[in-house]
């Protein structure tokens, strides 16, 4: 994920990603959020949400992406949070992790990526 929005949402939801870009022998966030900014919005929107329904001692422990889907590892959550982490990683399914639509999107890949379809063909042109 770009630089400025992991800033963004590191300054918004505050300490949650205080180990952004820390110590990799003592945090997996040391590598930054690992997707595509096309789930930028999915995972500000969660954070948004989950804001009022957590405690101080929350915090987010690792985003990245994993067989095609997002991934949302945090601890001090509450049970509504973890539902509610629980249904974006599954609508992270039918969103393209580069750009963000919902349009044409499929779950597919020798490593397995939610793109669109002109996402996908970009990255096979690589």
Same mark, same amino acid.
């Given at each position: 994920?770009?630089?400025?929005?992991?800033? &963004?949402? &590191?300054?918004?939801?505050?300490p949650w990603f205080e180990?952004?870009?820390?110590?990799?022998?003592?945090?997996?966030?040391?590598?930054?959020?690992?997707?595509?900014?096309?789930?930028?919005?999915?995972?500000?929107?969660?954070?948004?949400?989950?804001?009022? @329904?957590?405690?101080?001692?929350?915090?987010?422990? &690792?985003?990245?992406?994993?067989? $095609? $889907? @997002?991934?949302?590892?945090?601890?001090?959550?509450?049970?509504?949070?973890?539902?509610?982490?629980?249904?974006?990683?599954?609508?992270?399914?039918?969103?393209?992790?580069?750009? $963000?639509?919902?349009?044409?999107?499929?779950?597919?890949?020798?490593?397995? @990526?939610? @793109?669109?379809?002109?996402?996908?063909?970009?990255?096979?042109?690589?």
């Open positions: 994920m770009d630089k400025a929005k992991e800033k &963004q949402l &590191q300054d918004e939801f505050a180990n952004l870009y820390g110590d990799p022998t003592k945090t997996c966030l040391a590598w930054g959020l690992c997707v595509g900014d096309g789930w930028y919005p999915l995972i500000y929107d969660l954070c948004k949400a989950i804001k009022p @329904l957590v405690g101080p001692e929350f915090r987010v422990e &690792q985003v990245k992406e994993k067989f $095609g $889907g @997002l991934r949302f590892y945090c601890v001090g959550g509450s049970r509504e949070a973890y539902d509610l982490i629980s249904k974006a990683e599954n609508d992270s399914f039918t969103i393209c992790e580069e750009c $963000g639509t919902k349009e044409d999107v499929t779950v597919e890949g020798g490593w397995i @990526l939610t @793109l669109c379809k002109t996402c996908r063909a970009n990255r096979n042109k690589k």
